[in-house]
């Protein structure tokens, strides 16, 4: 019968028997726990990963809504002024009362205008005195600066020409003094000429030159003399041996007649000797004299020319430094009738009183003209009277006028933040009523610094009559648009790390052993602008394609993992 | 007495031998239960590269199991690339198992000139490191579209020569007369290699699937090479990524990975054991 379970269920029940069984449901129940644990993790993993809303850049501009709270206040007032010191005959108008453009408001007196008026020409007139003599002093003060710079002009060009031709003439002696001692030959140069010239010295060579020539003549006689007699000898000797060789006689005897006269030369010659020794001697003594005597006059000579040198340098040297004192003091005065005068703004000053007097005198004559009127120039409200009868007018203002019936201010208060948005004459609006009621086509009045409180600004602005009541409160609004921004993010996605530096965090993919995921990378961005809901960044600082966190619902840093929020 | 004595000394050396080698993994089971203090105390010449020497003791002060719930409950990516580690391992195996036992039964049961040539290199390619011939395995992957995809690890380890040489130790041990006696029964050759030559030849089989489960369990080399996606990764290269500064985690994650090793290095340990027997016998 065959095995129900075949050979292979026999080995595989055979094979889990045991240990391996065991090792074998406990490897099942681990990969059963793996699983288990895998799914898990990842709903952990999930749940505790941040969430993130994104958002792209934009190129738009910016809005930026300037709004601030303020009040209606009185209308703007204006001074009616008058030229002080004038006699007020009559004042016509009160305060409160309302004025047209145009009406009387005070009457001056006639008779005190004339007064001032006269005073005011005489004035005028030497002050114009006054400036015209100012001008010609000025003219004749140019022209005698003038005259005194040629002058030195011309002395320094002398100076100068004086001093180079001197120098040129004491320098020329100089040199000549120099050429004549250099000229001065050296010693033995100086003993050489000496000795050619002197007859004595000459005499005493012509005397030694004779002896020696004697001298040399006596030799020459005797060396002859002394062969004639060695001649002689040889001969007679040579005859008495051909004779005692014949045995003939002897016919004469040697001559004896060349020695005497071979003495008598030896004699001269020796009597010449000491002649020529003693000549020479003589001349000697002679020459040893001739050279003291001549070295002292060489000497003397030397020193003349050498100090003649030294004087003439001198000389030069002292002309030199002459002509330069010469020539620096007529510099100098060059200089001194070269310089500009000194500035002076009397005549200007004058000019202008002259011209304020005639303003004056024209402003008296004006008066003059109306008769001493004052009138409104504007339609408005005595605000306040400062004049009286029969008093003098001051620098202070008459009268203040108050603007058209109706017509009040909206002041309200700005950051400075919001102050570099707002400019005189820039639309705005005002809204009352919480918003009700809306006043537009309204300008900006002026935008000055508060003096009451640091760091803000007074804003004004004209309300039109009848649109609000004194004292009511409204909303100033404006709107700025600026110029278009190409990378601009929401205000959201702006954070600042530890050190104040502004960064935006930007969505980038990233592989992890769990694929691709999405992980926050730091970008440090420059702010350029900024309103309520945008901020515009430099340029370059984003891409267009590249996803800038905007919210999170946890706290995330550069490099978290991040997904994307649930729609 | 005597007797008893030398086999209590053998015992004792033997023991001795074995805690020095179970020592590495007594540490990172030890590791795996200290505390973060603890082990950046005893760990903090490697970690923090202040010179001296590791200190490291079996007992921890404070046991703690958080490193295991940071690996099992805080950790995805370590059961990603643990997925990864099986999805490898059970198709190679199974690969394998198609691949290089019929390959075995041909070069045991059907010898020829040919066989032996092939089998001799087979031997030859079995004993080539992975350095030798990976420039030419990643020019052929690339060729067949396959980098950077778990097939370029599969594939090549499916096809491994070392499989084949052990299992074909276990089919030459089958008797002949066993296989003509089937054939003179009228069996055909599949029905001898399926009914008699996988049963008989099975502890070759199992032993072969065991030291190749260990081996695919530890690759490094072969994913490093051909798998650029960390997603894809096994967990042999998981643990080098875990920081120096998490070490205990790193520890618990070493412990967890070597759990499956040991179960199957448990069920197949018999196989393994018949196997260099019977290697190690003369016929």
């Known amino acids: 019968m065959r095995d129900k379970g075949g050979i292979w269920r026999q080995r595989l029940r055979a094979g889990f028997e045991g240990s391996r069984g065991r090792a074998a449901a406990l490897l099942g129940q681990f990969l059963i726990f793996m699983m288990a644990c895998t799914v898990l993790s990842r709903a952990l993993y999930t749940a505790r990963m941040v969430q993130v809303t994104v958002g792209n850049s934009r190129s738009m501009s910016l809005d930026h809504v300037v709004e601030a709270e303020g009040t209606v206040l009185e209308g703007p007032k204006s001074a009616v002024l008058i030229p002080a010191g004038m006699r007020i005959a009559q004042v016509l108008v009160r305060e409160g009362q309302q004025v047209e453009a145009g009406e009387e408001l005070l009457l001056l007196d006639c008779e005190d205008i004339q007064e001032q008026l006269l005073k005011k020409r005489k004035e005028e007139e030497r002050l114009r005195l006054q400036l015209e003599a100012a001008r010609e002093n000025a003219a004749r003060q140019a022209a005698d600066a003038q005259r005194n710079q040629t002058r030195a002009e011309e002395d320094y060009n002398d100076a100068v020409a004086a001093a180079d031709s001197q120098a040129e003439e004491a320098r020329a002696a100089w040199e000549e003094a120099v050429r004549e001692r250099e000229q001065l030959a050296g010693w033995d140069s100086y003993l050489a000429g000496v000795q050619q010239e002197d007859l004595t010295l000459r005499q005493l060579d012509g005397t030694i030159g004779r002896l020696e020539q004697e001298l040399s003549d006596l030799r020459q006689e005797l060396d002859h003399l002394q062969a004639e007699r060695e001649q002689a000898a040889t001969g007679h000797l040579q005859g008495e041996r051909e004779q005692a060789a014949t045995g003939a006689a002897g016919e004469s005897a040697p001559d004896t007649g060349k020695d005497e006269d071979a003495e008598n030369v030896a004699a001269q010659i020796l009597a010449k000797e000491q002649e020529l020794i003693k000549a020479r001697a003589e001349r000697e003594q002679y020459l040893a004299q001739l050279s003291q005597d001549s070295r002292q006059q060489w000497e003397q000579k030397r020193a003349s020319l050498e100090e003649t040198e030294r004087q003439a340098q001198r000389s030069y040297e002292g002309i030199r430094d002459s002509g330069e004192q010469n020539v620096q003091a007529a510099s100098r005065a060059l200089e001194d009738a070269s310089q500009k005068p000194l500035s002076d703004s009397s005549l200007a000053l004058l000019s202008m009183d002259v011209e304020a007097a005639g303003e004056e005198c024209a402003a008296l004559e004006a008066l003059l003209a109306t008769e001493g009127r004052i009138c409104a120039e504007k339609a408005g409200q005595i605000a306040q009277v400062s004049a009286e009868n029969g008093r003098r007018t001051t620098d202070e203002p008459a009268f203040l006028l108050a603007a058209g019936e109706g017509e009040l201010t909206f002041q309200a208060l700005l950051t400075k933040e919001q102050s570099r948005y707002v400019n005189v004459g820039d639309e705005c609006v005002v809204s009352f009523d919480s918003g009700r009621r809306k006043v537009e086509g309204l300008t900006v009045l002026s935008l000055t610094e508060s003096k009451e409180e640091e760091n803000r600004y007074r804003l004004t602005l004209l309300l039109p009559a009848g649109q609000a009541a004194m004292g009511q409160s409204g909303t100033f609004r404006l709107v700025r648009q600026t110029t278009n921004y190409s990378t601009c993010v929401p205000l959201e996605a702006l954070r600042t790390d530890s050190r104040q530096q502004t960064y935006v965090l930007v969505l980038s993919h990233v592989e992890t052993f769990l694929g691709e995921e999405l992980t926050a990378v730091k970008r440090p961005v420059k702010v350029l602008d900024k309103n309520g809901t945008y901020a515009a960044l430099e340029e370059g600082a984003i891409g267009a394609e590249e996803a800038v966190i905007v919210s999170a619902d946890g706290i995330i840093e550069e490099g978290d993992i991040v997904r994307m929020e649930e729609p | ?283």
């Open chain 2, 1 to 283: 007495m005597r007797r008893r004595m030398k086999q209590g000394l053998t015992l004792g050396g033997l023991a001795v031998l074995a805690a020095l080698v179970c020592l590495p993994v007594i540490w990172v089971l030890a590791g795996s239960i200290k505390s973060s203090v603890e082990l950046s105390d005893s760990l903090s010449p490697i970690l923090l590269e202040n010179g001296g020497r590791v200190r490291f003791t079996l007992w921890p002060l404070f046991p703690t199991l958080r490193h295991f719930m940071e690996v099992l409950l805080q950790s995805p990516s370590f059961f990603v690339v643990f997925w990864n580690s099986v999805r490898i391992a059970v198709l190679t195996l199974g690969g394998q198992l198609m691949v290089a036992v019929p390959a075995a039964w041909a070069f045991a049961r059907f010898p020829s000139r040919g066989n032996g040539f092939l089998f001799t290199l087979y031997t030859v390619l079995m004993m080539m490191p992975f350095q030798v011939t990976m420039l030419s395995s990643y020019l052929v992957l690339d060729n067949l579209g396959l980098m950077g995809r778990q097939a370029a690890v599969i594939l090549p380890a499916v096809f491994s020569t070392f499989p084949v040489f052990l299992i074909y130790r276990g089919f030459t041990e089958i008797p002949e007369g066993l296989v003509e006696a089937a054939r003179i029964d009228g069996a055909g050759d599949w029905r001898i290699f399926f009914h008699i030559g996988l049963p008989l030849g099975s502890s070759g089989i199992l032993s072969a699937a065991v030291l190749s489960f260990l081996e695919i369990w530890n690759l490094i080399e072969q994913p490093l090479a051909f798998l650029e996606d960390k997603a894809l990764w096994p967990l042999s290269l998981y643990l080098p990524e875990v920081g120096l500064g998490q070490a205990g985690t790193a520890f618990a994650a070493s412990v967890i990975t070597l759990i499956p090793a040991v179960l199957v290095f448990v069920m197949g340990q018999d196989y393994l054991e018949k196997g260099i027997v019977a290697a190690a016998m003369k016929e």
